[in-house]
Antibody, heavy 122, light 107 residues
Framework: QVTLKESGPALVKPTQTLTLTCTFS??????????VSWVRQPPGKALEWLAR???????FYSTSLKTRLTISKDTSKNQVVLTMTNMDPVDTATYYC??????????????WGQGTQVTVSS | ETVTTQYPGTLSVSPGERATLSCRAS??????VAWYQQKPGQAPRLLIY???TRATGFPARFSGSGSGTEFTLTISSLQSEDFAVYYC?????????FGQGTKVEIK
């Protein structure tokens, strides 16, 4: 059974750095073909892809946020960590950790975490 | 970047009626489109992948079609539990992109 769960602060101040942790089970990120992404959703708005990390440690970032994002993994702990620097109120959103379906050449997100709501305010 | 556009933004439908949601990609994405259902306060849930393959747990009243740049999600007879926001996503061209969503509301 695949599960993902996000954790991190609910409130951060402008200019601070946000660190979110995704703890997952039911698969290993050291397995060939496994990939995990972060997706966010501002209140009442659409989904926005942020970053992706693959089993071979390849990393990909949203072009518009690339300078602010870092994604990493700890396969021994089954965790993926996302950091976002210089937080702004426009970054207020629910942040989701998602797994990319591992079978063949896929790109759909087959499992989602419950999401963690982050508010940026002084 | 491939722009993914959904229309309409809101669809008002009576229970039992058919709902047709559209998704357009700014360039060909073959059949590499997924659809997600999101209910209030919940995470999105995979509904369709490969443009037409239903994910586990969704009934046959949900169907997807299309290829190239035009895609459709059809709900043949809306049930109360189907009122939600639906997102399409293309995974053909990097970066993969989501549409802005279609809200299906009760008429």
């Amino acid at each position: 059974q695949v599960t993902l769960k996000e954790s991190g602060p609910a409130l951060v101040k402008p200019t601070q750095t946000l660190t979110l942790t995704c703890t997952f089970s039911g698969f290993s990120l050291s397995t060939n073909g496994m990939r995990v992404s972060w997706v966010r959703q501002p209140p009442g708005k659409a989904l926005e892809w942020l970053a992706r990390i693959d089993w071979d440690d390849d990393k990909f970032y949203s072009t518009s946020l690339k300078t602010r994002l870092t994604i990493s993994k700890d396969t021994s702990k089954n965790q993926v960590v996302l950091t976002m620097t210089n937080m702004d109120p426009v970054d207020t959103a629910t942040y989701y950790c998602v797994r990319i379906a591992p079978t063949g050449t896929t790109g759909w997100y087959d499992y989602w975490g419950q999401g963690t709501q982050v508010t940026v305010s002084s | 970047e491939t722009v993914t556009t959904q229309y309409p933004g809101t669809l008002s439908v009576s229970p039992g009626e058919r709902a047709t949601l559209s998704c357009r990609a700014s360039q060909s994405v073959s059949s590499k489109v997924a659809w997600y259902q999101q209910k209030p306060g919940q995470a999105p849930r995979l509904l369709i992948y490969g443009a037409s393959t239903r994910a586990t747990g969704f009934p046959a009243r949900f169907s997807g079609s299309g290829s190239g740049t035009e895609f459709t999600l059809t709900i043949s007879s809306l049930q109360s539990e189907d009122f939600a926001v639906y997102y399409c996503q293309q995974y053909s061209n990097w970066p993969w992109t989501f549409g802005q969503g279609t809200k299906v509301e009760i008429k």
